[in-house]
């Protein structure tokens, strides 16, 4: 008899640095996603729309989509679908950086807090826990978004409807939903 060897599952934080709230989600994931997966996972489980160009960091390599545009700012991008998390973030505590929208700069630590050895049946994408809610896309970074909370603070500010109108008059800086993001988790193929 042939034993079965399962890739190892991980417990990722992820968090959006300098975020005030702080923003940060618990994924469970097996460690042989490719990286172009984990990225579907991240964008369901943070909450972006996917609208924007991404990179992972480790160090000073790049791995993403591969554009020859890129290549003119004398950087390499390697191609995501070529790497799995476990080839970045070997073991407990590995960390890696995540940067989505390019122009705001939205910068993630994800970071292996634990490594399953045994976990039959297993596949997909887990969000075990989370805090708070995503930024709008397009807000302008972590400066746009403390602008946007400051003025929704205050319906007298001028610029008060405008916000609350393009944020999407539900907007909650405070909000999560665990079932929502499982939800959308189920839909990729992981």
């Not at 923003?23 to 996917?50: F, P, Y």
């Not at 480790?58 to 679908?81: I, R």
């Not at 989370?130 to 972590?142: H, K, S």
Request: net charge negative; proline share 6%; charged share 30%.
């Amino acid at each position: 008899m042939v034993a079965i060897v399962r890739p190892p599952v991980y417990v990722l934080k992820i968090t959006l640095e300098e975020s005030t709230p702080p923003v940060n989600r618990r994924v469970k994931v097996k460690s042989d996603i490719a990286l172009d997966v984990l990225h579907e996972v991240i964008q369901c489980a943070m909450g972006w729309t996917d609208s924007h160009l991404h990179q992972f960091i480790v160090g000073k390599t790049f791995y993403g989509t591969p554009d020859p545009d890129y290549d003119d700012f004398g950087m390499e991008m390697l191609d995501e679908q070529d790497f799995t998390l476990r080839e970045l973030a070997p073991k407990k505590g590995s960390k890696l950086k995540y940067e989505y929208d390019l122009g705001d700069g939205w910068m993630h630590l994800l970071k292996v807090e634990q490594v399953i050895t045994d976990e039959p049946g297993f596949s997909g994408a887990e969000c075990l826990s989370g805090e708070n809610a995503c930024p709008p896309e397009d807000v302008g970074g972590v400066w746009g978004y403390a602008q946007l909370q400051e003025t929704l603070k205050d319906p007298e500010h001028e610029e008060y409807e405008h916000y609350r109108e393009w944020a999407g008059r539900d907007f909650d800086p405070a909000a999560f939903d665990l079932k929502k993001v499982n939800a959308s988790l189920k839909r990729i193929k992981a």
